[in-house]
């Protein structure tokens, strides 16, 4: 069975408007690093399944998804590059699979392999005469091949690269970029990963092919998820090679998927009240900032809580009054310089007991009487209710040295870069470097779940759990989308949600609504405003998720 995940109202599942991820297996949306992969292999090894079975799974099952791809497979040209390792081994058993399906097939070995091996055995038996580039005619059959070829299986290097690529590998995908260029109607898939690409960090060799379908064995690997990579793998499916079930229950890492999100919604009953989902308070805004404070109420409303209210300066009132009909107002004192008293966080606190969410930050500026303002409210605020900080809370959190040791309640944290910069005293270039494994990390240090925003935005829990966003989209690299993020999440918190769960469902939420609005106007020019109308939808697309309607 092929089971596909995906947003309905376009066709884009992961990463962009036409990526999709499409998976064999209903766990495979866990996501690995190398060393988890080999752990498991070897799993399921000592469970009593051979490698060769594993290769052979893997071969076949590749092939199955190549001719999934094409109306009629039968007579289709199929060139497949083959390397040393164990991917060249299952690019040899793909390729004998493939001619069984009807496929011309030609087999090119870029690297010496043993005869004896069963894939290769395999391969000859079909009557298919590996071309070896060290031994036959070099690169110009290749180049004719290619002049021809429906589609390239790049099996050169998988999970196993170890060094940057030279030689007749690199000189080989070289050609196959070459052509492509001459020839954009041959597909280039890559079999288990764009050979180059390394599986745990993303980074790329120079020779490494973007390809237009990448099919993964077992599990997706991290590297898909993180830059460069994410940007070289496209479409990924995720190919069954009959790891048994229960063999990955630690590994922790995972693509937000519609069925997770499907799970943790909240059940909304007909005979609800508005108390029945939540009341939210979003303490917010500034005069420099009063889209912040309204594009976070909005979308707390949007995504279902019963009540909003706007906490914020008694002096802006008639502003957000007449921007914000649904929701109430709570009007803070000022100082005679017209900031945010400091005891405005006693008024806050008063009223915050009935109350199940805050939301704290946007837009609220950093001058010192504010920052005092965001101490005393975060010192004082009862465990009760439940918290998401954002920007300004971020920053005047990131000015007490430990402040995760201060400030020692669950909460969900929501900074981009700049903010976790801040916070974790982290360069931005350490960050990008590695930003599953930093959020990770930190997300435990401070016993916060952490949303780290971006592409592919990481979702940090503090036992070890990371959630990755499946949408990078530029169309949302635009100011005020933060503020939706937040205004969503303290919404599900309101609802029920554990933090983790109303983070990871809020990012799946809003990174629906961006790639609705990308679906109807493109990536430049989306402003968060357009977001909000798409929250609800998103929501109910969800709700009505149905596997059959995608294959
Ligand atoms: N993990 C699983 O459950 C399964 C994985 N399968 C496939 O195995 C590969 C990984 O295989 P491995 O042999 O470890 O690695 P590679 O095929 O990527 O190649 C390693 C091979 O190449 C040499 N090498 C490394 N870097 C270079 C380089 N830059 N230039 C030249 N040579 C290089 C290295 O010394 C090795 O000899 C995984 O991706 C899956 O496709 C399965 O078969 C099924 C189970
Ligand atoms: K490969």
């Known amino acids: 069975m092929r089971v596909c995940f995906g947003f309905r109202y376009s066709n884009f599942v992961f990463g962009s408007l036409t990526a999709t991820i499409s998976t064999a297996t209903l766990n495979a949306m866990k996501l690995v690093t190398s060393t988890e992969m080999n752990l498991l292999e070897k799993r399921a090894v000592e469970s009593g399944i051979s490698l060769a079975d594993l290769m052979r799974n893997a071969g076949q099952a590749v092939a199955t998804e190549i ?27 793909a390729a004998r699979s493939l001619k069984d399906a009807g496929a011309i097939i030609s087999v090119y070995l870029l690297s010496p392999r043993d005869p004896e091996d069963f894939a290769y055995k395999q391969v000859l038996e079909a009557d298919i005469n590996p071309i070896d580039v060290q031994s036959d005619a070099g690169f110009s059959k290749l180049r004719k091949i290619l002049d021809e070829t429906d589609l390239v299986l790049d099996a050169v290097f998988g999970t196993g690269l170890s060094r940057p690529v030279t030689g007749a590998p690199a000189a080989a995908l070289a050609l196959v970029a070459e052509v492509r260029e001459e020839r954009p109607e041959m597909i280039v898939i890559a079999l288990d990963l764009p ?61 937000i998927d519609e069925h997770d999100v499907l799970a943790i919604l909240p059940i909304r009953p007909s005979d609800a009240h508005k108390g029945s989902f939540g009341k939210v308070m979003v303490v917010a805004g500034s005069a420099e900032f009063i889209g912040a404070a309204t ?31 649904e929701t109430t107002h709570l009007l803070l004192p000022e100082t005679m310089h017209n900031e945010l008293a400091p005891e405005a966080a006693e008024v806050a606190l008063s009223k915050l007991t009935k109350y199940d969410a805050a939301a704290v930050g946007p837009g609220l500026g950093q001058a010192p009487e504010t920052v005092e303002f965001i101490h ?44 976790f910069a801040r916070l974790s005293g982290l360069s931005i270039g350490e ?26 935005t990481v979702v940090g829990s503090p036992d070890g759990r990371i959630a990755v966003s499946p949408s990078a989209n530029p169309g949302l690299a635009s100011g005020g989308t933060g503020d939706v993020l937040t205004g969503i999440i303290a919404s599900l918190l309101a609802q029920g949600l554990d933090e983790f769960d109303a983070a990871r469902a809020g990012v799946y939420i809003h990174a629906m609504a961006g790639e609705a609005v990308r679906g109807n106007i493109g990536d430049a020019g989306m402003i968060a405003s357009d977001l909000l109308i798409q929250i609800p939808r998103a929501i109910k697309s969800i709700k009505e998720h149905d596997h059959a309607s995608c294959h």
């Open 67 to 93: 001719c999934g791809l094409f109306d009629s497979f039968p007579g289709k040209k199929a060139l497949v590059l083959i390397g040393p390792g164990n991917n060249g081994g299952d690019g040899l058993v």
């Open 295 to 325: 594009l976070a109420c909005q979308s707390a409303a949007r995504a279902g809580a019963g009540l909003v209210t706007l906490a914020a300066r008694r002096s802006l009132h008639h502003i957000f009054a007449a921007k914000l009909i």
């Open 376 to 419: 005393r409210l975060l010192s004082g605020i009862s465990e009760n209710t439940k918290l998401v900080l954002d920007a300004d809370a971020l920053n005047a959190l990131s000015l007490t040295p430990d402040w995760w040791k201060v400030f020692d309640r669950r909460a969900v944290l929501t900074p981009h870069t700049g903010e």
């Open 431 to 456: 960050i990008l470097a590695n930003r599953m494994e930093v959020c990770r990390k930190k997300a435990a240090l401070w016993g916060k779940v952490v949303v780290l925003k971006g592409a592919h």
């Open 195 to 255: 050979s180059g690409l390394n599986p745990d960090t993303g980074e790329v060799d120079d020779s490494t092919l973007a390809v237009d379908y990448t099919i993964t064995l077992g599990y997706a690997k991290r590297g898909f998820f993180l830059f460069p990579g994410a940007d070289y793998t496209r479409q990924i499916l995720v190919a069954n090679i009959g790891i048994p079930e229960g063999l990955d229950d630690d590994i922790l890492s995972e693509v």
